[in-house]
């Protein structure tokens, strides 16, 4: 039950797109379509913003989308703004019907 | 209003125990899954154990055979049993629903802190 691989950070301008990846196993996120990633803002609880690798929940921005390629999971932000700097994890589903979640990426918003 | 509500966090010496529950309201808590996760300070999210609606449960390997999740859906009610805590124990604990018939997190708690002092 290895932690999911995230960069540490990323960074960008207001407007610009920025990609986080999610690295894991065939026994997770390769093996599975059960990515989500969640954003949380300091002293906040975690909010869902992607399930199921691409799926967007209601009232989640259009600017947030997921893809997924092998053992990779990618979020995208696109038109960068000054609200989505936070913290993003992702979670995979895995065998023995446990979860896993990344080690977190902190966006900057420059 | 739809929510979940944390509660049972505090201070407690290594190698004792603690129940943290957590109140769900406005959905029908019997039919969802339910998951416990934590975040030690400055760290990541964690997840810990889940529950099904037929009462099956599993554990990350760091807390089996130490934690015990349980539900109680007449008090629409989930609660963590956590006995010889340590100090690596020390995190926000969150309560999380499993979306219907997925497996993402889509309602959390705003989290209790626990805090184990050797």
């Known amino acids: 039950q290895s932690a999911l691989t995230q960069p540490a950070s990323v960074s960008g301008s207001p407007g610009q797109s920025i990609i986080i990846s999610c690295t894991g196993t065939?026994?997770?996120?390769?093996?599975?379509?059960?990515v989500s990633w969640y954003q949380q803002h300091p002293g906040k609880a975690p909010k869902l913003m992607i399930y199921?690798?691409?799926d967007r929940p209601s009232g989640v921005s259009n600017r947030f989308s997921g893809s997924k390629s092998g053992n990779t999971a990618s979020l995208t932000i696109s038109g960068l703004q000054a609200e989505d700097e936070a913290d993003y994890y992702c979670?995979?589903?895995?065998?023995?019907?446990?979860?896993?979640f990344g080690g977190g990426t902190r966006l900057t918003v420059l | 209003e739809v929510q979940l509500v944390e509660s049972g966090g505090g201070l407690v010496l290594a190698g004792g125990s603690l129940r943290l529950s957590c109140a769900a309201s406005?959905?029908?808590?019997?039919?969802?899954?339910m998951n416990w996760v934590r975040q030690a300070p400055g760290k990541g999210l964690e997840w810990l154990s889940y529950?099904?609606?037929?009462?099956?449960?599993y554990y990350t390997d760091s807390v089996k055979g130490r934690f015990t999740i349980s539900r109680d859906n007449a008090k629409n009610s989930l609660y963590l049993q956590m006995n010889s805590l340590r100090d690596d124990d020390t995190a926000v604990y969150y309560c999380?629903?499993?979306?219907?018939?997925?497996?993402?997190?889509?309602?959390w708690g705003r989290g209790t802190l626990l805090t184990v002092s050797s």
């Open positions: 999380a629903r499993d979306a219907f018939g997925g497996w993402s997190f889509d309602l």
């Open positions: 406005g959905f029908t808590f019997s039919t969802y899954s």
């Open positions: 529950i099904a609606s037929s009462g099956t449960t």
């Open positions: 065939s026994s997770d996120v390769g093996g599975y379509n059960y």
């Open positions: 199921d690798v691409n």
């Open positions: 979670c995979s589903y895995t065998t023995g019907s446990t979860r896993v």
